[in-house]
């Protein structure tokens, strides 16, 4: 409030007030002011560009599929508003519901256990021995095939007439399993593949946050008697949270999106058991063109990523503020 | 204040030139004399400027590009056409660049075809979004049922002016050109009739003392019955594959059961509406078929034509196949030379053999910009010797009639393919036929994994697949 009576004081508009305000101040005031309003343009100047470029790629598509997802809108034909219609729609659809299951079931098989390989693979691959670089390539290796070329791989590695699993298998005197026919399995493959894809990533960050840790801290520990198990639960793992954060969010993110998998290996098939929602909202909108129904299932996806990003945000910050 | 020295502001050193950048940037301006804080602030807003102006002047002269390349196309001068070749195998694409291609630049010196490929169950999806997206190839293959779906959508340019004045239309097979007509306009052009009958391999047969191919369908599943290869408890060998493949292989089985028994998919009805009749009788007879297969242990759904690869058959994985001549021209030359075409089956004894072909067409794109040199692309593609090999490669029947007399296709493995196509029906299309197909090849999938009955499928088939007719 002080603040802006002061202002008002010397606002032009008073001229008795003005008289009494040394002409010299006054002008160097606005000086400030136009350089405060210049350093905001320029300021936009550097940073607008990428926010226009992010605006037209992230925020103005969202916005369209929110619109079209009120439509009832067949791709090249014309919208027509429908309201909630599509949303109750997907309520009632099962194939939807039956996708949602699988994605979720992907994720968490993927995310979860993955993160403890992961974790597992940087706590071994971050001492110090002979050949540390070598299993670290060899493990980050997959990383730099694309999802559809490893896809393809997959699909012949699993294939159980003459892939050369269920050869190896043969030789050994087992019957392999029918990796991406047996509906009971087909996921459970697909999160496998996924793995060997992603884990060699996920090991990299957290190899360099377990590196991070400061040694005193860890040597601490060790004189006060804690085990290595105890250092690990106490110290290690509360000091890596930020990188847990990270691997778990961007992970389990793209895992609620994953398609490339289900869409070569196996095509959301067998009986539907490897049908993601991605697969789907790409089977509706590009197969089935109906383009107002699939965004009202990609909004519902973006509003749970949203929702699970928020309290996985949460949950991770906690106390890290105050260690 | 500290503008207060001249000589500072006057000789900056580069040095001080870049800390006065770095602290412009950081915001703080308060150690900088005022001409160069000035000039530094019309440099930054330069910078600014540049930057906005620069993406107006790339967005500008990339549309000019483009401009420049339609004008440059448009006087008729070095047309290049794109060509999708849908479902292409390796020897396909090989003759098409190495001798199609090549003779008609030759004959065509300033048309240039550039052409490209996807699997068949790649092409609903490819050729819809791309006429939507308007990035459509000016010439494309086609698929049986994609006409309605691609001419609703005013994606494929009418040939009726072209088909009226072309003598091959004559020669061609004419239910086959009629099947490329959609709301009374010609929008595309039959290169080839894909003909089902039944494949068997000799010496599998031989050797489990089979001494003719079966010709109904109980005699379809006794020899199955024998031919069946396993171990340990799993199938090796098929007694019969039923082409489940990540397309809609089981929808075109299950049509084509259901024709046999009698049945249809669909009636037609006024103003081209139509009813789902899958759920029938016949229906029913021809899921109980096809299920009582996976459920005998002589077909396994772990055989999946993946589409890039040879069917079960032609990998000597099965020992007979519903298909087309295809599985022979896919296979290995030992496997081929024991493959052997013979007629449909008949549902009993009493009854005709029943077949189903799928007329795989050629369209244009209806906004391309070389409508001409596209037509001249498609008809070359008529001459005879050239549709005769293009046909033999993919295993089709042709359907230029006065080729049936060549020795291609009078005698040899083809033969059966034009022989068959005598008993063959047109695989019924509709408006919605991608779509239908999409369901109706997931609802047999639980059928034949047994997560449905038979009943509860066909009502599941009635229930998905009535409101797409509507529309």
């Known amino acids: 409030m002080a603040v802006g009576k002061a202002r008002g004081a010397s606002a032009p508009d008073s001229p008795g007030q003005a008289r009494s305000v040394p002409a010299v101040p006054r002008t160097a005031r606005r000086h400030v002011l136009r350089r405060r309003e210049d350093s905001r343009l320029t300021a936009f100047g550097f940073v607008g560009p990428a926010m226009v470029l992010l605006a037209l790629v992230y925020v103005v598509p969202t916005i369209i599929d929110g619109i079209y997802s009120i439509t009832k809108y067949q791709l090249g034909g014309r919208a027509g508003f429908v309201g909630g219609a599509n949303y109750a729609a997907v309520v009632h659809d099962s194939l939807f519901w039956q996708s949602a299951v699988n994605t979720v079931l992907f994720a968490v098989l993927t995310v979860g256990l993955g993160t403890l390989f992961a974790l597992g693979a940087a706590l071994l691959l971050s001492g110090t021995f002979v050949g540390k670089g070598i299993y670290r390539f060899i493990i980050y290796l997959p990383q730099s095939i694309s999802f559809a070329s490893g896809a393809v791989i997959w699909t012949w590695l699993y294939n159980s007439q003459n892939g050369p699993i269920d050869a190896v298998l043969e030789r050994i005197g087992i019957n392999g399993p029918a990796w991406l026919t047996d509906p009971h399995l087909a996921l459970i493959s697909i999160v496998l593949m996924s793995w060997w894809r992603d884990i060699g990533f996920y090991m990299v960050v957290l190899i360099a946050a377990v590196e991070g840790v400061p040694y005193p801290l860890i040597e601490a520990a060790r004189v006060d008697g804690a085990s290595r198990l105890r250092v690990l639960w106490n110290v290690t793992l509360p000091s890596i949270r930020p990188a847990m954060l990270f691997v778990v969010l961007t992970w389990g993110l793209g895992a609620l999106q994953m398609f490339t998998q289900s869409y070569i290996m196996t095509d959301g098939g067998p009986v539907n058991s490897t049908y993601t929602i991605v697969l789907k909202i790409y089977t509706d909108a590009f197969q089935a063109l109906h383009l107002g129904y699939a965004a009202s299932e990609a909004f519902i996806l973006l509003a749970v990523c949203m929702v699970i990003g928020f309290f996985a945000v949460r949950w991770f910050s906690r106390g890290l503020e105050n260690p | ?471």
């Open chain 2, 1 to 471: 204040m500290v503008g207060a020295d001249p000589a500072r502001a006057r000789v900056p050193t580069r040095l001080q030139q870049a800390v006065h950048i770095g602290n412009y940037i950081k915001g703080d301006l308060t150690v900088k004399h005022p001409s160069t804080a000035r000039s530094l602030r019309r440099r930054s807003r330069r910078i600014a400027a540049s930057l906005s102006v620069f993406g107006l002047v790339g967005a500008t002269f990339g549309a000019s590009q483009v401009a420049a390349a339609s004008s440059r196309t448009s006087k008729g001068q070095d047309v290049t056409i794109t060509f999708l070749n849908v479902g292409a195998s390796p020897q396909v694409l090989a003759y098409f660049n190495q001798t199609v291609i090549p003779d008609f630049e030759k004959i065509h010196p300033n048309i240039t075809v550039d052409m490209s490929t996807v699997p068949w169950g790649e092409s609903f999806t490819k050729l819809q979004t791309s006429v939507v997206a308007g990035t459509a190839d000016d010439v494309f293959v086609m698929g049986n049922i994609m006409l309605p779906t691609l001419a609703s959508k005013h994606g494929l340019y009418p040939l009726t002016k072209f088909v009226k004045n072309w003598s091959v239309a004559r020669d061609l097979n004419q239910p086959a050109l009629k099947a490329g007509i959609w709301d009374g306009v010609q929008y595309a052009v039959p290169f080839n009739l894909d003909v089902r009958g039944v494949i068997y391999n000799k010496s599998m047969f031989k050797k489990a003392g089979i001494t003719s191919p079966p010709t109904t369908w109980n005699e379809y599943r006794v020899d199955a019955a024998k031919l069946v290869q396993k171990s340990g408890g799993q199938i090796k060998v098929e007694g019969a594959d039923w082409a489940i493949d990540n397309s809609v292989g089981l929808a075109q089985t299950f049509n084509l059961l259901l024709t046999e028994a009698g049945g249809q998919m669909f009636k037609q009805g006024p103003n081209g509406s139509a009813t789902f009749t899958g759920n029938s009788a016949a229906g029913k007879k021809a899921l109980n078929y096809l299920v009582s297969f996976y459920k005998g242990g002589l077909s396994s759904t772990n055989f999946i034509d993946v589409g890039v690869a040879p069917p079960p058959i032609s990998l000597g994985e099965a020992a007979m196949e519903i298909n087309n001549a295809s599985a022979l021209a896919d296979a290995s030359p030992s496997i081929a030379s024991q493959l052997q075409m013979t007629l449909p089956l008949k549902a009993t004894s009493t009854s005709k053999p029943v077949g189903m072909e799928f007329v795989n067409k050629l369209g244009i794109y209806a906004r391309t910009k070389h409508p001409n040199s596209a037509w001249d692309f498609v008809s070359y593609l008529y001459t005879p010797t050239v549709l005769s090999k293009w046909d033999q490669l993919l295993g089709e029947a042709p359907t230029e009639t006065s080729l049936a007399n060549t020795p291609a296709w009078s005698s040899g493995p083809f033969h059966a393919e034009l022989v068959n196509a005598k008993y063959a029906q047109v695989f019924p299309v509709e408006l919605q036929s991608t779509v239908i197909d999409e369901d109706l090849t997931s609802i047999v999938d639980a059928a034949i994994y047994q997560k449905e009955t038979v009943p509860a499928a066909l009502a599941q088939m009635t229930s998905q697949i009535t409101p797409l007719l509507k529309g």
